[in-house]
């Protein structure tokens, strides 16, 4: 079993950052690709980025390109999420979730993870 604990979410105004951090405890002596998700009111969970279990491997939603880095520290069991130029749109709870795998295998669709935090809230408004 695996536990993830998302934080850093916040209310930012457009244009600004945030960094969120998902950290994992349990049995973390495998390998996992991690995972970020988010939901808004009234729309599905979708895919924002993901990295391999190695760090080598990182694939982003269209919407984030550019925007959002995703890196991972496995000394500390944790990764992060570091958002720029935030939109409104982006207004959502983030979700941290992980698989696991080895060498650079990714993974984009949400019934692929197998544990999930509990979500952080992250609102752009001005």
């Known amino acids: 079993q695996v536990q993830l604990v998302e934080s850093g979410g916040g209310l930012v105004q457009p244009g600004g950052s945030l960094r969120l951090a998902c950290a994992a405890s349990g049995r973390t002596s495998r390998s996992y690709a991690m995972g970020w998700f988010r939901q808004a009111p009234g729309k599905e969970r979708e895919f924002v980025a993901v990295?391999?279990?190695?760090?080598?491997?990182?694939y982003y939603t269209d919407s984030v390109k550019g925007r959002f880095t995703f890196s991972r520290d496995n000394a500390k069991n944790t990764v992060y999420l570091q958002m720029n130029s935030l939109k409104p749109e982006d207004t959502a709870v983030y979700y941290c979730a992980a698989r696991g795998t080895t060498g650079g295998m990714v993974f984009m669709t949400a019934h692929d993870y197998t544990y999930w935090g509990q979500g952080t809230q992250v609102t752009v408004s001005s």
């Open positions: 990295i391999s279990a190695t760090g080598g491997s990182t």
